[in-house]
């Protein structure tokens, strides 16, 4: 597919979505964005280069020019902003694609949201990219089919997360949790996990803790090392000598930490309610936990100490290839093919049609040029249907035209004019085009 014309709009900024842009632009796309809010949690955070096109609007409404100009296709995070919603109502004729890491639950305020939400797809929405298989359920059941949704919709800065030439013996550093220190992560559990693996390792390891404070500070505790912010190189870094990669959340939607520590070849353990965990954990990389269970977590920890070089050779070559699948470069292939899927399901790839015709009011001698020039263009795929004169009779059909269709207009009371004739081969014409005049119903299955 060549080059696409990309406008993102989008909640806030963050690494996650830096990686598509910068993905976008390298595979020779123009891309503009609109953030709705900046993201502070990232002092660090540097503007994609070579991307002129960039907004912060607060809550504000979208710039004027952006509602005219020639989009290929919108992506979107965050319908429920007002100048969102109101972009995707006006440019109904842009493919438009949701991101949404919302999983699929079953309860009634779900349900209600669901139904809701599946209504107003309709308007705003022609498609959904999402991170992973449970948000693809989720998708299924707002209606998209199976040709305008697709998983993946997630990437990582590969240019700085990525395995080392390091031996593996670098690989005997500490356990790691790289995240948001706060209760929804889990840390009470996973520092009490620790505290049990303490006490029955002969050798133990540190547990570092990477991230800003939010709602939770561990109490202080032997080999726990609270470490704040780091740079993502520092992160990668770390993740490049951790022994093994702890994310333990009560609930994460996706998780693109999980992401960013595969793709530095780390063993994994994550909770069962982490949405990556489907993606990234194999039988031989890592484990799959039950976030309340501290035995278990604590198990596998030493599990983790027991495992040779051989085994952490082929877990971290594991890890690597499944994180490759949401590399900026194959993240931009699926979103293309995802463009493309919806184009052919809207219409916009169609064949050639093999029949136009053109319903206008009248055909008069100034535009007999016109008619003339399309006819020997297209030829015999070419009609006209058209009547005597306008509904004032001050403008008429030229009548030396040979070949067009002539129907009448029906006036009731100078209110209502209807134009009629010839509508069965209307409504079958493989492409309609209609004068800009309300008399001129648009029913029927032809395209407009």
Request: net charge neutral.
């Amino acid at each position: 597919m060549s080059s696409l014309n990309i406008l993102i709009l989008w909640t806030y900024q963050s690494t996650y979505i830096e990686s598509i842009v910068t993905g976008l632009i390298l595979d020779d796309n123009n891309v503009t964005i609109i953030y709705s809010e900046k993201l502070s949690s990232y002092p660090e955070l540097q503007d994609v280069h070579n991307l002129a096109t960039r907004y912060f609007i607060g809550e504000s409404d979208l710039p004027c020019e952006i509602f005219s100009k020639n989009w290929s296709i919108v992506f979107v995070a965050g319908w429920h902003k007002k100048y969102f919603r109101k972009f995707l109502r006006i440019r109904a004729d842009v493919i438009r694609v949701m991101y949404t890491d919302t999983q699929d639950q079953k309860n009634l305020k779900f349900l209600i949201y669901g139904l809701l939400f599946k209504r107003l797809r309709r308007i705003y929405f022609d498609g959904g990219y999402v991170p992973g298989i449970r948000q693809l359920k989720f998708l299924e059941r707002l209606g998209f089919s199976s040709e305008s949704a697709s998983i993946g919709g997630i990437s990582f800065d590969d240019s700085t997360f990525q395995k080392s030439n390091y031996k593996l013996s670098s690989r005997n550093g500490p356990f790691l949790f790289v995240g948001r220190i706060c209760y929804e992560k889990n840390l009470q559990n996973l520092c009490l996990a620790y505290d049990l693996y303490r006490q029955t390792s002969t050798n133990p390891r540190e547990l570092q803790l990477v991230g800003p404070i939010e709602n939770f500070v561990p109490l202080e505790q032997t080999g726990v090392h609270l470490m704040g912010f780091q740079s993502k190189r520092e992160i990668a870094s770390l993740l490049n000598s951790c022994r093994a990669f702890l994310f333990p959340s009560l609930f994460e939607p996706f998780g693109v930490a999980l992401i960013e520590a595969a793709a530095c070849g780390a063993p994994l353990l994550a909770s069962n309610n982490v949405g990556a965990v489907e993606h990234l954990i194999s039988a031989n990389n890592g484990f799959i936990v039950n976030p309340n269970d501290v035995e278990e977590i604590s198990r596998r920890m030493l599990e983790f100490d027991e495992w040779n070089e051989i085994v952490l050779q082929d877990a971290s070559d594991t890890s690597e290839a499944l994180a490759e699948y949401f590399s900026p470069k194959r993240w931009v292939i699926r979103f293309k093919n995802l463009s493309t899927q919806i184009q052919h399901q809207k219409g916009y790839l169609e064949k050639e049609p093999n029949s136009i015709l053109f319903f206008l009011s009248v055909i008069p001698k100034y535009r007999r040029e016109v008619v003339d020039r399309l006819k020997e263009v297209f030829d015999q795929k070419i009609s006209f249907q058209t009547t005597k004169s306008s509904s004032d009779g001050l403008v008429v059909t030229d009548d030396t035209l040979r070949g067009i269709g002539r129907g009448r207009i029906l006036n009731f009371y100078n209110i209502l004019f209807v134009q009629i004739g010839n509508w069965r081969k209307t409504l079958h014409s493989d492409c309609l085009i209609l004068d800009l005049n309300p008399r001129n119903l648009k029913i029927g299955r032809a395209h407009v």
